[in-house]
Every structure is written in C-alpha cells, then in structure tokens.
C-alpha cells in the first residue's frame, strides 16, 4: 500500500501545487469573481473581432499604444467576427464587466444603442483629446450619430471595391495609358469587360465568394441595387420596402454572370474565390478592400478601384465602417474614460498603418494628407467613403446579421443556379416579413 | 440490548426520548432536525431551479428583452405561436434529432463490440481503457479545437489521408451536407469510452460457465454472444440507450463551438436556437418559449428512463 | 455389450480430446485476432490526441507540414500561452468554481439524502418526489431565466453564478440515498445510545462508511463542473474570469492561424483532468460500472 500511497501523493501535491500557482499569479480576478469587485483598473481592456491580416495590423498598433504610454497596461482580445463577437459583448456589458474600448461595425452600434448598451460620448470630452465632429469623414460620423448625440467614433470606411490583376487586364485591352483600369460604365460594359478577360485567363472573367458566404453576395447585390436607387427596409427595419422590378433586374444580371455566361464560378468558397484570382484563373476580384494583404503577400500584379457604376445613377457602393465605442459601464472607475479616449485617439493618430491594410481612414488630418493620397490602390477608391451605402437600420441587421444571412443565402442561390430571381424574392420577402413584423427586443 | 436487523421492526418501534435534547427523537418523528438537513438542498434547489422553471413558463408568455428590466409585453401564445410556425424552430429540432440518429447507434454498437473484444483480451486492459476512454475526460473545447484542426482544409491529418488515397478532400466543416457527419462522428470518438466501461463492467459480470457451456454444446462465439451476451446485458444496453439520447438531445458545446451552428445555420441544434434567440437576438421572452417546448420534450424522455430503471429496480 | 460400450467410450475419449486441443488452438486464434483489431482502433483512437500533442511540440511555421516528422522541436507555444497570461485565471476560475461546486454538492446532497434516507417525519414522500423530479429536469433549458435572474442579483462574471446554481443536483441526492439505505440502521441506533445527535451520526459514522460514494460523487462533480461550457458560457463573458472551457472556446481569434498555440492551449486545457484521470481511474471507473449495474 505505501508504493502506490506515495505515488498518488506526489500528483496530489502536484495537482495542488498548481492549483496554489494558478491562484497567486492571479489575485485580481480571483477577487473579482468573488466580490463582484473591479477588474485591474488604471488598464484599457480593448475587445476587437479582427483576424488575419487587418488583426495582424491592428496588433502593430496596439503596440505602438503600449510603446507610447508605458504607464498604462493595454490588454487586447480578439473574438470571432461576426454574431459570436456582438453576442459576447452584449453579454459583457450585461454582466456589468464590459471592456473599456470596443470595436462596431457602425451598423451594429445602431442595434447597441437601442439596447441602452453604450456611453454616450460627450463633445466636450473629446475636445480634451483632440477630437471634434469635423475632423472624421462626415458620412460616417452622420451615420453614428442617434438623435444628435455621438455613441461612436468611426476608424475607417470599407466598401466593396473591385480588385483586378494588371498583367491580364493589360492583354484584355482594358487599362488606360497609365496602366489603370479604363472606368466601365453600364452593365453591358461590365460584362463585356470580364469576357475579354475570360478569353485572356481561359477560365473565369471574374470571382467572389458564394459558398457558405452569405456576406459577399450581399454586398455585391446591395452595391448594384443602390445604384439603381432601391432601399430593401425602411421606419427602423419594421418595413420591408423592396423594389421587385429593381431586385428582379440586379439578380437577373447576376445570374446572367454566373449561370448563363459562366463569366464567374457559380459555385465556390471565399477562400476559393480569393486563391482563384491569385493563381491568375480569374482577372477580376469581387471583394471587400481589406483583403488587400492576402494578394499584397501573394506577390500578384494587381491593383483596386471602385466598383464600377454598373446600373448607372448617383454612384453607390456597400460598405462598413469600423468605430470604437465605450460599453455601458466601461467607464466607471476614475480617470477610467481618459484612459480609453487616449487609446482611441491613437488608434485614430496611426489611420496610416490601418490604411495600409486597405481601408479608408475616417479621420481627416491623415485622409487629406498628401501620404494617403498618394498611397496607392487606397487612393483608387477613396472616394467609396463618400457614396458608401450601410446596411439598412434595424434591430437585426448590420454587418453578419440575421438580415445580411437572409439577403446573402438567396442572392447567392440565385448566382449557384439553385433558386430563380422570382424565388429568390420570394423567400427574401417572406424571411424579412417575419423578422419586420418582431417586435423589437431594444 | 437486542439488535434487530429487520428493518420494518426497528422503524416501527416506539420509541421514547431518554433526554430531553430536542435532535433525539420523538414520538412525533424527526421533523426539525430532518428540515434541518434538508434545508441547504432544498433552498438551493427552489432557487435555482424550481424557480427558474417557473420563471421560463411565465415569462415565456411574455416579450422580455435580455437588455430592459421587467417582463416586457404581453404575448400571451404569441410566442409558442411563433415557435411552432418557425422554420428555424423546426429546423433545430430536426438537428438536433438528425445528431441523435446519427452519434447514437455507432455510440452504442461499437461500444459494445469493443468491449466484447476487450473482453477476450487476458492482459493489457488498462490500455484499452486509457485509449478509448481518455477522450472522455478531455472538456468540449478540448476536443473541438482538436478536431477543427483535424478538419482544416489542406491542413488537417484528415483531409491528408483522404487524398492520399486518391479522393478530393472534402469540406468537412464547411459542406452543409457534411458538416453534421463531421460533428457525429467527433463526438462518437469524444464519448464511446464511457459507454465501453460500462459494457466491460457488465461483460465481466457475465458467468464464464455460462461460455463454457455454451462452448461444449458447440455453439460458435457469434452464437454465444447472441444467446448469452446480448440478453444478459440487455439492462445496461437499455440505460446506455436512454442516456445517450438524452445527453443527444442537449448537444450545444460541439456545434457551437465548431461550426457555430453553419454553415448556414446547417448544424444548429435546439439550444443553440435558444441562445442565438435569446442572447444574440436579445429576445429572451420568446427563448423562454422555445426553451418550455425543449424541456417538455426532454422531461418526456427522461421520464421514460426514469420508469425503465424503477421498473428493473423492481426485479424483472 | 460391455467391450462394445467400453471401446466407443475409449475412441470418444481420444476423439474428444483431440477436437479439445484443436478447438483451444482455434480459440486462442480467435481471441488473438480480436485482440489485435481492438489493439488497431485503440491506436486510432489515440491518433487526434497524439497529433494534437505532434502539432503543439512543432513551431507555429512548421504546422503546415503535414506529417508526424518535427523538423525543430520546441515548447514555444506552451511558453507562449503561459507567457500571455489568460490560461493561469482560466485554471484558477476552473479550480474555484469546480472545488467549491464538489465540495457544495457533497455537502449538501449528502445531508438531504441522510434525513430522507435516516429520518421519519411526516412529508418525507413528498420531498422525495419534488427532488426526482430534479432528476428529469434539463438545466440546460433553465439558462435564460437562470440568466436574468443572477442578472437580477448582480452575480453575473462571478463564480457564484456558475457554483450556485450547480451545487443541487438531485441526482447526487439519489446517489447518497440509495447507498444510505444499504447501511444498517443498528449504526444509528449504536451512535444514539451512546449519547450523539443526528448530526454527529451523519459526520461521525455515516460519512465516514460513505467513503467511496463520497468520492465518487465529489471526482464525477468536479469533472463534470470542470467541463460544463453552456452556463459558465453565458455568465462568465469577460476573459479574465472564464474557466477553461469558455477561456478556449471564446478566444479561438486571437490565435489565428497559429495552430500550434491553438493545440497547446488545447493541451494545457485538458491536464489538470488528465492528472484526476491518472489519479482516479480506478474510482471514476468503478463509479461508472456502478451506474450500470445499478441500472
């Protein structure tokens, strides 16, 4: 009995060793989880959802926060993109242990609001840090405001922009002298554009991602209706106010690309659509800017510019924009708010870097500097931040939503050739019909 | 001083105080010290879980929001209403018992097979012990980051030995038709090892005469396993039955932590449409709803285990 | 008659035990070949751990490689995931509320289980049916009013919310009672000659005999409150107080495409149980032979 006594004794002493370990390398929660107390104050905890290479950019800078400002511990999490990422901040700010600092999609700050889960921000406080209403872009920071009051403070513009690789598009014929793309105008032209190509790569004129990707086709369709000047809801998300005629036309196009002229691939991945146009089997690239580094790191001759005005009328393009928020309750402790507005004002100081991953800074001193605007593809389609279309207001929508997951999966049956534009409409209006007649929960 | 061992004697027997100490017995039972006893269980139980269940009931007829105080509107059926006409709802039932089909009987045929094999073994248990049930200790996050690594396209173990036999490989997670597959079978890996102790255990209850017997009358070992070891396990197959439909009817951790419930919402069980309803969609009345629906149906099948054990605790 | 009988006894008697020898070859065969397929699952089965541990020795570069073959060992990613602190208050968020939910459950179910089990008194019936009830009842359909109710009470992100509402398990009180039942009365009977009250025969005498129920029931809570993510899920959302699972199952983004972090997390998750395993197997094993053989 005493060999294997002493044997079970030494990993119990083990066992509770790293237990007692576990608990002195970290009082401070320990306390917190009993007492309900305050987590490390005088610290910005900072929640972000960005991946790959916008997380790896946005690491960079949180760095050059932490080189700046010694003094102050930065303690960054990144959650997934996406519903998992609104749904834990949400929780967070319920549970009354929110971050300091967080990112929006703008569309969703909206929804934030209404659920009474922000801090309104005040003039005067901003002003503190070097941050008034005129220094961001004005559509953005419109777009932020709820009843006059600031809630957000937006980093950037991303649209969907167009991406096309300049060796094949030189062969098709279809760059101007100085090597850019000739602008397209009207959706013969476009169509036009990506056959010559198709002849050029053999395979496919253009791609974007349908598979398991409900975004994309989103934003490509909402791009083209908003040309044509069609809203999909309307009174805050309560209405569904889809122009049919106007839908039948966009999907109609879009299955004309994909199923009828086979011009893009009906039936393929995001990632898929990204390696496609890599690899050179496609001259055209439908997606949004912020994949600029995967084709940067791929070593491809490429460059981006807007989406062309397919369907004609005011120029419109979907995009985002990323903001920094403060969650209800983030800003309790003393001093607590400081601390975050100077990280956000960095944040905001190095739109540089986080121009370079692709995006359109919000904030002006660096937009009209002369390095951004000679910062190229950026300054192709700098003017999207200008045109950009959001996602409709409501309760459900914004970027990775119910809405967007409703729109997505039809529009992209339609471009695989599983659903007709009529019955893709169809579903569409049944699917939002319900969501729009749910009473708000915010 | 006589010692009865006879239970209904000893309990029957009057009995009298022999000091006044109020935790001694009295003619009238034990009632104080009793609750006394009682009191730790029975407060937290009321607190945290009979009043929840009624709190799901009555505001399930409500529209609360999980970010606004209070009960919110009246729905009166409105959400039942909602929950029974919703494709979503229906759909998540269906996941849900499309998963139970698909992990149950591998969970319990090949549970059963490798402990018959195990059985025959003479030595070296433990090592059969240690490969199939150690999965079974590892948490759900554990096991899912495992296998997210194991299905990552070009990447994982998996999708190399597929073409490398010549096949393309598939997209495991990512497939809707797929993805459900991909989920049962981790989860037929993550929980076998339980399954197959419990067959062990009961294997070597089984009397080797009986075998033996068997064996001398020239009866095959496929013979033998279907006249003696199938009926005589019959119990534990019945329980590993009902408790793995049970524990397959409240999946959440694989499908939300690997497919979050896609692609497309291809995976989504029915507590996952709970929390999605309630926590992303901040609709917490008509969670409630979809979550009364969900309890009816799982008390139903517990109730079922519950009668099949009093019933064989009752000596068939 | 006799010669005729005694010779075909003599010829069964060499046939039989010929055939005997034969069918113990062909058995030993058999068992052999059964053996050796369990021994090939077995393998497999071990297969995602082993590569799992084969990813987390290689350096995040080489994760792309996919064969068993580590060109640079390294324990970088264990560093790594040390070095970037979450892990130490997911474990200790894990100890606490798991210790204290075994320890609670214990406690608690056991001395339920002594008065329903020890003790006469006039609704004891009914107690007992309101707590099997428990039994049937899914706590996973409880989180949305569990959650506005500890939302209510302001214990949201602490290890209340996830301990509390885990101590009253009915089916611990079964556990307790059934193995109470099977103890002779006369140890109460002893115990109140002698002078003790109900409580010092529960501590005293009934516990101490309970030893294997005991720690049957504290391992089998403490794993299972070591692994539950749901509840832990919903009301532990900041990373600081998260237990392992929800730790893991939350911050899978800011590990990206580093796959081997992504399995040392993975590893280091899973050890402290591993260790129970190691430690307990013998318990845990016999617990679960228990179950079924109690039906």
Known sequence: MIGPVSRRTLLKGAFAGLGAASLAACSSPVGAGIAGSQLDPGTVDYWNLFGGGDGVRMQSMEDAYRKANPGTPLQAVTLAWGNPYYTKLTLATVGRKPPNVAVSHLTRMKTLQSADLLEELKPEDLARHGMSAEMFNQRAWNAGLVGGKIYAIPIDTHPFVLFYNTKICGQAGLLDAAGALKPIQGPDAFTDALAKVQKVTGQYGATHGINADTATPWRFFQTLYSQLGGQVLSDEGTKVVLDDAKATQVLTFLRSLTVEKKLMPSSIDYQGAIALFANGAAGFHLNGEWEISTFQTAKMPFSMTLVPNVFGGTYAVQADSHTLIVPRGGATAEGQLDLSLGFIKSMLDQSMTWAQGGHIPAWQPVAQSDAFKKLTPQSNYAAAADAAVYDPSGWYSGSGSNFEIVMGSAIGAVEAGQLSPDAAIAQIRSKLSALASTASPV | ?316 | MTTLATDTEARRGTRTEVTQASVDRRLKLFNGVCVGVLIAFALMWLVPILWAVDTALKPNAETTKTTWWIDNPTLDSFRTIFAQGDIWNWYASSFITSLATAAGTVLVASMAAFALSRMRFKYRWVVFWFILIGIMIPHQALIVPQFREFSALHLLNTYWAVILPQIPAAIAVFIFKQFFDGLPRDLDEAARVDGAGFFRTYWRIILPLSRPVVSAVAIFTFVWSWNNLLWPLLVLSNPKLMTIPVGLATVQGSYGIRYADTMASAILGALPLVVIFLLFQRRIVEGIAGTGLKG
């Open chain 2, 1 to 316: 001083m006589t010692i009865t061992a006879d239970y209904e004697t000893a309990e029957d027997r009057p009995v009298r105080p022999v000091d006044p100490d109020t935790t001694r017995v009295t003619e009238h039972g034990h009632a104080k010290p009793a609750w006394l006893f009682l009191t730790p269980f029975l407060v937290l139980y009321l607190l945290f879980i009979i009043g929840p269940s009624i709190y799901m009931v009555v505001m399930s007829f409500f529209d609360t929001s999980l970010t606004r105080p209070g009960l919110g509107a009246l729905a009166g059926f409105g959400n039942y209403g909602e929950a029974l006409t919703s494709p979503d709802f229906w759909a998540s039932m269906w996941h849900t018992i499309w998963f139970t089909i698909l992990t149950v009987p591998p969970l319990v045929i090949l549970a059963f097979v490798f402990a018959l094999l195990a059985d025959r073994a003479t030595r070296g248990r433990w090592f059969f012990r240690l490969a199939f049930f150690l999965p079974y200790i590892l948490p759900s996050a554990v096991m899912a980051l495992i296998w997210i690594w194991l299905y990552t396209p070009e990447l994982g173990l998996l999708g190399k030995v597929v073409t490398s036999l010549g096949f393309d490989e598939p997209n495991w997670l990512g497939d809707p038709n797929l993805a459900m597959w991909s989920l049962a079978f981790a989860t037929v890996w993550w929980t076998l090892g339980f399954n197959f102790v419990l067959y062990l255990a009961g294997l070597q209850d089984i009397p080797r005469d009986l075998y033996e017997a068997a064996s001398m009358d020239g009866a095959s070992p496929w013979q033998q396993v279907r006249r003696i070891t199938i009926p005589m396990l019959s119990r534990t197959t019945s329980l590993v039955i009902v408790l793995q439909i049970i524990a397959s009817l409240k999946i959440f951790d694989q499908p939300y932590i690997m497919t979050s419930g896609g692609p497309n919402f291809a995976t989504r069980p029915a507590l996952e449409y709970v929390y999605d309803m309630g926590f992303t969609n901040f609709r917490t009345g008509y969670a409630a709803a979809v979550s009364t629906l969900f309890f009816i149906l799982v008390l139903a099948v517990s109730a079922v285990w519950v009668f099949l054990t009093r019933r064989q605790e009752q000596g068939l």
